[in-house]
């Protein structure tokens, strides 16, 4: 297995994790989600109330993201209110 393949298993561990701690007060749960910000998981409690998770699976991956336009520029991301770091 290489480095690249460690890092896809371990992505989709980490998903499925994240997904697993959204399902205990979030009624909908959807990972891997294509839109404009592509969260690895995402739940909603209410119509007025989400959490966005975003799993790294390797430090390059998680310095990688804080270049992204919507890390750059977060008002064009997912969400109105300033977020909270949950790490898997």
């Keep these: ?3 690249a393949d460690s890092d896809i298993t371990r992505h989709a561990q980490l998903v499925a ?3 697993r701690w959204l399902k205990r007060d979030h009624p909908l749960v959807i990972t891997e ?3 404009w910000e592509s969260p690895d998981a995402l739940g909603w409690k209410s119509s007025e109330s ?4 975003e799993c790294k699976a390797s430090r390059a991956d998680f310095l990688a ?3 992204k336009f919507f890390r750059e520029h977060p008002e064009y991301g997912m969400g109105d209110r300033p977020s909270t770091k949950h790490r898997f």
């Excluded at 989400?50 to 998770?53: D, R, Y």
């Design 1 to 3: 297995m290489t480095d």
């Design 17 to 19: 994790l994240a997904a």
């Design 33 to 35: 989600m294509t839109a």
């Design 50 to 53: 989400t959490t966005l998770v």
């Design 65 to 67: 993201d804080a270049k």
